[in-house]
């Protein structure tokens, strides 16, 4: 037998028969099924690739029934892998968080997913009918509003307690108390796939990528963790030629000269280690047709849009940036905006109830260094 | 040093004190009504806030220090700490001891603050609508000069200030330049339950 993928198996939407047939009967989760997962070092893939196994043991140990959010609000416009999983496995979703529940003592579901993922929601809601009475009791489909930051944790929770999906200050954390002050599981609908597998004693070391921008055939892939940046650019018929750089991790990522980023490994930690972050496992490759400042100013003004207006240095900071990045792209810079975007990186950075303004600055701050020449130049512009 | 110098001291930074935590109360409690206005530097609200009352612990420490070390006094470190354990003055002196604790917790909250969170610290930092009437007591109950004119005067300045802007802050509403933008950005991410 090949060794076991996410989305291994038929084209399209996998029914639950063809998906028992395909992996077998689900096993029931316990906490013997955490430590399993603590041990297979496995890590969120909604991008702060934080340790599965750590966060379901915190939710274990809280006081009282837990709570579980499958996390598919995927609100990145880059990626597109949380969509695919959930319209062509939606059954590995659902049974990934029914394990995460009877393993933390969760006894409600709810699957968040992003309202205009259309192929998703359709897979995720003719999946749910088909499961066992016991599963559909406990389980619900809830559409999530298609903003950014929607998808961040707290903002999930809040989501489902008061149906408005902005974050919210922590403490108190999710884990700590999320819906109705439970102890709340947020986790990724990639990651739980993942559970999924685990829980069969199979290993599918590997991780969903959304490859884009200026490459042959745009489109979500799986890799085998041991890869390296230049073999997933490679599945997607490799960057074409005289791409500058690569935007790792989406919008919340950061620009990597494109030389540097083939060698580039794709495990978490040791890209971390690099100075690189998968994030959510989006791989952008900058079309040499583009404008590096062009489409820098466009991330960080989306980011700026999405900003919940909650925090005025997130607020006033990311309109400040994304006006500054606009004059520079569009050739009639003001004399202190480049020196303006290096220092409002560092004001920024840390002040918002959330990572959102954190997640903006990195980007931006990886902008102006690879982009360093482009910058300069473009500075000088000035009056 | 003479005795009779530090005394002068002690009576001296103590209404010092005094007048430096009124500008500290009278400027936080302005700043949540937003009094500034656009193009002030942020040195001139939040970080005059912080900085008056960092100024104001160094005038109460050599207050306290030099009260303490006064021979003539002979208070001892005791009452430095311990509300009401002084032989002199004993309820008087007690309060300043607790409006100089309750100091303490408001100002190492406030540097934990990113630590303990926005709630724990907000709990706490609500303690210097205690803090401030206790010293003030503290100051007419307490010393060679409670009760003189010239004082008496100073407290009632300082009590004026801190009322109207007490005043002030509960009779306006506070302006939040961010209304529409977070009333926008909630009707977008809003759904019937």
Redesign the interface.
């Given at each position: 037998m090949t060794a076991p993928t996410l989305l291994g198996g038929p084209a399209g939407a996998e029914s639950f028969a063809e998906h028992q047939r395909r992996l077998g009967a689900r096993p029931l989760g316990s906490p013997a099924l955490i430590e399993h997962i603590e041990r297979s070092g496995l890590v969120g893939r909604g991008g702060a690739s934080f340790p599965a196994g750590a966060k379901w043991r915190a939710v274990a140990s809280g006081a009282g029934p837990a709570v579980v959010i499958a996390n598919g609000a995927e609100g990145e416009p880059l990626s597109h892998k949380d969509q695919v999983l959930m319209a062509t496995r939606p059954h590995l979703v659902i049974d990934g968080a029914q394990l995460a529940a009877e393993s933390v003592g969760a006894d409600r579901i709810f699957l968040y997913v992003g309202e205009s993922h259309r192929a998703a929601l359709a897979a995720m809601a003719s999946a749910l009918q088909q499961r066992p009475a016991v599963e559909r009791a406990r389980t619900r489909l809830l559409?999530a509003?298609p903003?950014y930051?929607?998808g961040e944790e707290t903002?999930a929770v809040h989501?489902v307690n008061e149906?408005?999906?902005?974050p919210t200050?922590?403490?108190p954390r999710p884990f700590e108390a999320g819906v109705d002050g439970r102890p709340t599981l947020v986790q990724n609908v990639e990651s739980l796939a993942h559970a999924a597998l685990l829980a069969r004693n199979l290993f599918p070391d590997t991780v969903l990528l959304t490859v884009g921008g200026g490459v042959a055939r745009p489109g979500v892939y799986e890799l085998h963790t041991g890869g390296s940046v230049g073999e997933a650019l490679g599945l997607a018929g490799g960057a074409r030629t005289g791409a500058r750089a690569v935007l790792l991790g989406g919008y919340f990522g950061g620009w990597i000269d494109a030389a540097a980023a083939a060698g580039f490994a794709l495990d978490p930690r040791r890209l971390k280690a690099a100075g690189g972050s998968l994030g959510c496992g989006v791989m952008w490759v900058l079309d040499p047709r583009s404008d590096p400042l062009l489409e820098t100013a466009r991330v960080i003004q989306h980011l700026a849009e999405e900003?919940?207006?909650?925090c005025?240095p997130c607020?006033f900071g990311l309109r400040s940036l994304a006006g500054a990045a606009a004059r520079l792209a569009g050739g009639q810079p003001e004399r202190s905006d480049l020196p303006n975007l290096h220092r409002w990186v560092d004001m920024v950075r840390g002040r918002g109830a959330c990572r959102h303004p954190d997640g903006a600055v990195a980007f931006m701050a990886s902008a102006l260094q690879v982009f360093a020449p482009e910058y300069a130049a473009a500075g000088r512009r000035a009056l | 040093m003479s005795n009779s110098l530090l005394w002068y001291t002690t009576r001296g930074a103590g209404v010092v004190s005094l007048l430096l935590l009124t500008g500290v109360v009278v400027l936080g409690v302005l700043s949540v009504r937003r009094f500034e206005a656009a193009g002030w530097p942020r040195f001139l609200t939040v970080g005059l806030h912080r900085n008056v009352s960092l100024l104001a612990l160094v005038f109460l420490g050599v207050h306290i220090l030099t009260a303490v070390v006064d021979p003539f006094t002979s208070l001892g470190w005791v009452p430095v700490l311990i509300p009401f354990g002084s032989y002199y003055r004993t309820f008087w002196l007690g309060l300043g001891t607790v409006a100089f604790e309750l100091l303490l917790a408001i100002v190492v909250t406030s540097l934990l603050r990113a630590f303990i969170?926005?709630?724990a610290w907000r709990l706490v930092h609500w303690l210097a609508y205690a803090a401030w009437p206790i010293a003030v007591l503290h100051g007419i109950g307490t010393g060679t000069d409670a009760g003189s004119f010239w004082l008496l005067a100073i407290q009632v300045l300082c009590a004026v200030a801190v009322l109207a802007a007490v005043a002030l802050r509960l009779l306006t509403s506070s302006p939040d330049?961010?209304a529409a933008?977070?009333a926008?950005?909630?009707e977008?991410?809003?759904?019937?339950?």
């Open positions: 559409p509003p903003t930051t929607a903002a989501f149906r408005v999906a902005t200050a922590i403490p900003s919940a207006a909650q005025g607020f | 969170g926005a709630w330049p961010l933008d977070r926008r950005f909630r977008r991410v809003s759904r019937e339950p």
